[in-house]
T-cell receptor, first 107, second 115 residues
Framework: GEDVEQSLFLSVREGDSSVINCTYT??????LYWYKQEPGAGLQLLTY?????DMKQDQRLTVLLNKKDKHLSLRIADTQTGDSAIYFC???????FGTGTRLQVFP | DAGVIQSPRHEVTEMGQEVTLRCKPI?????LFWYRQTMMRGLELLIY????????DSGMPEDRFSAKMPNASFSTLKIQPSEPRDSAVYFC?????????????FGDGTRLSIL
C-alpha cells in the first residue's frame, strides 16, 4: 500500500537551520503538505507545495520536492524554541500522514 | 471564524462503557474526517464523509467503532464496548471541496483514556 515515512526525532540548537525529511510512495499526489502539531493541539497546516514545483519558500520555511525520488523536505531557517513541535508530511492522494518528526530546539 | 470543534476534550472511562466523541466541522466544509493518534501507530484515518455520507470506513478498527453524520454540522464517533487499547487522541478534521484541493482543518482532539 501507499506509505509516507519520516524520521522520528530531530534536535537542533536555537538559531540553526532544521531540515525535516519525508519520503512518499503515491506518485499521483497533486499536493504535498506540511502540518505542525503543538502539544495538546491538533494539526495545523504549515505550508504546501504543488507536485509540479521543485521549491517553495515562505518566510523562514523552504519546501523542496524531488518528484523522481519522491522525497519532500522542510527547512526551517533560524529555528526558534517556538518551533518545537511534531511535524507531519502528508500527501493528498491517499490521505496518508507520515509518522511525524518531533523537533526539539534547545538554547 | 470558528474552527473544528470537538467535545469532550478529555474522557476517562472504564472498559466496557460506551464512549461518544463529537465533532462540529467548519461551516461550509463538505468533507469530514476522523483520525486516531497513538505513539505506536501514529496518525490513522478511521473514516471520512462527503456531504454527510460515509465514503471510506476501511480504517475503522473493529465493529465496536461506528461513526455517523446526521447533518452537515455534526458528527459522532462511538465506541461500544470500549477497551483499554482504544486509549488514544481522536481528531476530527474537515475540508472544503474534497480531498485533493483543499487542506484539512483539524480540531484540538479528544484525549480518551479507557481504564
Amino acid at each position: 500500500g501507499e506509505d509516507v515515512e519520516q524520521s522520528l526525532f530531530l534536535s537542533v540548537r536555537e538559531g540553526d537551520s532544521s531540515v525535516i525529511n519525508c519520503t512518499y510512495t503515491d506518485s499521483s499526489s497533486t499536493y504535498l503538505y506540511w502540518y505542525k502539531q503543538e502539544p495538546g493541539a491538533g494539526l495545523q497546516l504549515l505550508t504546501y507545495i504543488f507536485s509540479n514545483m521543485d521549491m517553495k519558500q515562505d518566510q523562514r520555511l523552504t519546501v523542496l520536492l524531488n518528484k523522481k525520488d519522491k522525497h519532500l523536505s522542510l527547512r526551517i531557517a533560524d529555528t526558534q524554541t517556538g518551533d518545537s513541535a511534531i511535524y507531519f508530511c502528508a500527501e493528498n492522494g491517499e490521505l496518508i500522514f507520515g509518522t511525524g518528526t518531533r523537533l526539539q530546539v534547545f538554547p | 471564524d470558528a474552527g473544528v470543534i470537538q467535545s469532550p476534550r478529555h474522557e476517562v472511562t472504564e472498559m466496557g462503557q460506551e464512549v461518544t466523541l463529537r465533532c462540529k466541522p467548519i461551516s461550509g466544509h463538505d468533507y469530514l474526517f476522523w483520525y486516531r493518534q497513538t505513539m505506536m501507530r501514529g496518525l490513522e484515518l478511521l473514516i471520512y464523509f462527503n456531504n454527510n455520507v460515509p465514503i471510506d470506513d476501511s480504517g475503522m478498527p473493529e465493529d465496536r467503532f461506528s461513526a455517523k453524520m446526521p447533518n452537515a454540522s455534526f458528527s459522532t464517533l462511538k465506541i461500544q464496548p470500549s477497551e483499554p487499547r482504544d486509549s488514544a487522541v481522536y481528531f476530527c478534521a474537515s475540508s472544503f471541496r474534497g480531498i485533493g484541493n483543499q487542506p484539512q482543518h483539524f480540531g484540538d482532539g479528544t484525549r480518551l483514556s479507557i481504564l
